[in-house]
């Protein structure tokens, strides 16, 4: 039975790992490579992890860094920031890193997805969208460069359109309820859901386990992705890399069971 | 001495990582002279088949491997594309494979899916051993792997099936032939269970 994955996502800033609010607010909350090795001991189903730098300031990715992090992890990686072309895509790849994200690039370039795809396999590339909701319409937005700049195509259209260009997978990433830990965005999980068959990641909000297990039971097969609910401990937000058991997973998986592998 | 066939792609770094924790020591090999001072053999793969064909011609290396596989019939493991690669050719791409296994590579067909189409096929999912010592030794109940691919191995001879997994029906997750072994999902990257099957390989 192919089961649904629950995937920590952590974001890469100087060097060292932040947790944002609404995309703002970055606070430290480690090192890298240190997370990697706690999350290897911990046996996650796989990892995110996002250089929320490279594309803002328009650099090249740390290649040092993500071939530390992909020789360091003993579950798949998934990595994005600063990703604009083929040979980028290649690099990282060669480094060990089994998919590369692209978000920004692939509103401008949307072309890059199947030229990508030719190269690493359409597995391997993973397109993350930045939604919000527009508080005066309150329609669904797709945003680039960490939310700050607005891009103008409708986030379930986009989402056929980078499946129909090769890509292997969408994480669906909410800005107004990221680092909130309220919650996912299931309105905004089905809206893609309906728009694409692709494997479906959701992140933004998930501030219990309860909160992964309802995105489940709704959606089956999914990754439930979160960042602070898995590098924050009790209410005041207390630095703490934490991680459900694997009894407790399948304890979680068996409860949303009737769903699963649909 | 395991040999890492590192040709430009896969995930030679984690491999060396658990080989070295295990304490089985372990080369990235560059040269044919790395391949040939190894008992075992790991050829990873991550990519269009297209392109790791490509790599692994273009590597300097595919002879001596050859060598090694078809001649001092050394183990060998193909890991995801690596497996792959054993096959005479992928509905993937138009390049031949290394025809050491009789069988094609063919796309899942995503009419089985009755509109619920999933591809990739991305995850954990569950792999049932067709044998109970050699690759699979302590891993005939309960073991899990990570898989992420569109396409699947599928041999000519139902007898070089070593291990199945479900996804919307039955597909070889591994298959073998004397000593060439291959894997679709990524032991590497399957915390305890590939952890065990990279040591079985290295017992082999």
């Given at each position: 039975m192919l089961r649904p994955r629950i995937i920590p996502c952590l974001l890469v800033k100087n060097g060292g790992l932040v947790k944002t609010v609404n995309f703002d607010h970055p606070k430290y909350v480690g090192d890298p490579i240190n997370a990697v090795r706690i999350f290897n001991e911990k046996e996650v189903d796989e990892l995110i992890v996002l250089d929320i730098d490279a594309s803002v300031q328009n650099r090249e990715p740390d290649y040092a860094l993500i071939r530390n992090l992909a020789g360091e992890c003993r579950m798949p990686l998934c990595y994005g920031g600063g990703v604009r072309n083929v040979e980028q895509f290649e690099r990282i790849v060669s480094l060990g890193v089994e998919k590369v994200a692209v978000s920004s690039t692939a509103v401008r370039t949307p072309e890059l997805i199947s030229r990508a795809a030719e190269v690493v396999g359409g597995q391997s590339v993973v397109v993350v969208m930045d939604v919000r909701r527009d508080p005066g319409t309150k329609k669904y937005q797709l945003r680039m460069h960490n939310g700050k700049v607005h891009c103008d195509r409708e986030p379930a259209e986009f989402a056929a359109e980078v499946e129909r260009l090769g890509a292997g997978e969408i994480v669906v990433n909410s800005i107004d309820h990221d680092g909130v830990m309220k919650g996912y965005d299931l309105e905004l999980a089905r809206t893609i859901r309906r728009a694409s068959t692709l494997p479906m990641s959701v992140l933004?909000?998930?501030?219990?386990?309860?909160?992964?297990?309802?995105?489940?039971?709704?959606?089956?097969?999914?990754?439930?992705?979160?960042?602070?609910?898995?590098?924050?401990?009790?209410?005041?937000?207390?630095?703490?890399?934490?991680?459900?058991?694997?009894?407790?997973?399948?304890?979680?998986?068996?409860?949303?069971?009737?769903?699963?592998?649909? | 001495m395991?040999?890492?066939?590192?040709?430009?792609?896969?995930?030679?770094?984690?491999?060396?990582?658990?080989?070295?924790?295990?304490?089985?020591?372990?080369?990235?090999?560059?040269?044919?002279?790395?391949?040939?001072?190894?008992?075992?053999?790991?050829?990873?793969?991550?990519?269009?088949?297209?392109?790791?064909?490509?790599?692994?011609?273009?590597?300097?290396?595919?002879?001596?491997?050859?060598?090694?596989?078809?001649?001092?019939?050394?183990?060998?493991?193909?890991?995801?594309?690596?497996?792959?690669?054993?096959?005479?050719?992928?509905?993937?791409?138009?390049?031949?494979?290394?025809?050491?296994?009789?069988?094609?590579?063919?796309?899942?067909?995503?009419?089985?899916?009755?509109?619920?189409?999933?591809?990739?096929?991305?995850?954990?999912?569950?792999?049932?051993?067709?044998?109970?010592?050699?690759?699979?030794?302590?891993?005939?109940?309960?073991?899990?792997?990570?898989?992420?691919?569109?396409?699947?191995?599928?041999?000519?001879?139902?007898?070089?099936?070593?291990?199945?997994?479900?996804?919307?029906?039955?597909?070889?997750?591994?298959?073998?032939?004397?000593?060439?072994?291959?894997?679709?999902?990524?032991?590497?990257?399957?915390?305890?269970?590939?952890?065990?099957?990279?040591?079985?390989?290295?017992?082999?």
């Open positions: 933004g909000g998930a501030g219990k386990l309860q909160d992964i297990a309802d995105l489940i039971r709704e959606f089956g097969t999914v990754g439930a992705a979160a960042g602070s609910l898995f590098v924050f401990k009790g209410s005041l937000r207390a630095v703490l890399i934490n991680y459900p058991s694997r009894a407790q997973r399948d304890a979680l998986f068996e409860e949303c069971n009737g769903r699963q592998n649909r | 395991i040999a890492i066939v590192h040709y430009g792609l896969g995930n030679v770094h984690a491999i060396a990582n658990i080989y070295k924790r295990l304490g089985i020591p372990q080369v990235i090999a560059t040269t044919p002279a790395d391949l040939a001072a190894a008992s075992h053999i790991v050829l990873p793969g991550v990519g269009a088949f297209d392109w790791a064909m490509k790599r692994l011609n273009e590597s300097g290396l595919r002879e001596a491997l050859e060598h090694c596989v078809l001649v001092e019939r050394k183990p060998v493991l193909g890991i995801c594309v690596g497996m792959q690669m054993l096959a005479q050719r992928s509905e993937e791409g138009s390049l031949p494979g290394l025809s050491w296994i009789h069988g094609e590579v063919r796309r899942f067909d995503a009419s089985r899916f009755a509109g619920e189409t999933r591809l990739p096929h991305m995850g954990w999912n569950d792999v049932r051993p067709r044998q109970t010592g050699g690759l699979f030794k302590q891993l005939t109940s309960g073991a899990r792997f990570y898989f992420l691919h569109s396409y699947y191995f599928s041999p000519k001879n139902d007898d070089n099936v070593l291990a199945t997994t479900d996804y919307f029906g039955e597909f070889a997750c591994s298959v073998g032939s004397e000593n060439i072994y291959g894997v679709q999902f990524h032991p590497e990257k399957s915390h305890q269970w590939g952890i065990q099957l990279l040591k079985n390989f290295a017992e082999l």
